[in-house]
């Protein structure tokens, strides 16, 4: 686990190294060892052909705040933690602004840590939830 002190080097090293959320456009807000809040601009490159966000580019935006935050508190036991079960629920479209996402860890059991998302459109309102649970790798 990292300590407050050593967060904001880890936020760089993370961005560097998530070009997967640096092509979506997505940025870390602020991190702390109990939340992590993301942002991202809505771009018309990442619509469905029905002029709406890909849901599919949601997801990955909210999955690098997930592993932001699962890394950081991460025991130093394990290397790393991958996704192993992922459970999304769209609740409103969207179509242009910017995405708040506020990612928490609600448990850990042994190597597995259950951790959500919630994000939400400029006006506040809930646009998507996402429940992962990340698995420790050891060594």
Same mark, same amino acid.
């Given at each position: 686990?990292? !300590? ?26 602020? #991190? ?12 018309? +490159?990442?619509?469905?052909?029905? *002029?709406? /966000?890909?849901? *599919?580019? /949601? ?14 508190? /991460?025991?130093?036991?394990? +290397?790393?933690?991958? =996704?192993? =079960?992922?459970?999304?629920?769209? #609740?409103?479209?969207?179509?242009? *602004? +910017? ?5 928490? /860890? ?6 597995? $840590?259950?951790? !959500? ?12 939830? $996402? ?5 420790? $790798?050891? +060594?």
């Amino acid at each position: 686990m990292k !300590t407050e002190a050593e967060l904001p080097e880890y936020i760089k090293q993370f961005t560097e190294k998530d070009s997967m959320g640096a092509t979506m456009g997505a940025r870390c807000v602020s #991190l702390s060892l109990s939340e992590c809040i993301y942002e991202y601009e809505v771009s018309e +490159k990442h619509f469905n052909p029905n *002029g709406i /966000l890909h849901g *599919g580019a /949601l997801y990955c935006v909210m999955d690098s705040a997930q592993g932001m935050l699962v890394h950081a508190i /991460l025991d130093e036991q394990f +290397k790393a933690a991958a =996704t192993g =079960t992922s459970v999304i629920k769209y #609740l409103a479209p969207v179509a242009r *602004g +910017k995405v708040k996402i506020v990612t928490t /860890l609600k448990e850990k059991q042994g190597r597995k $840590l259950f951790v !959500t998302s919630k994000a939400y459109d400029e006006n506040g309102t809930p646009v998507c939830e $996402l429940e992962e649970i990340w698995i420790a $790798l050891f +060594k």
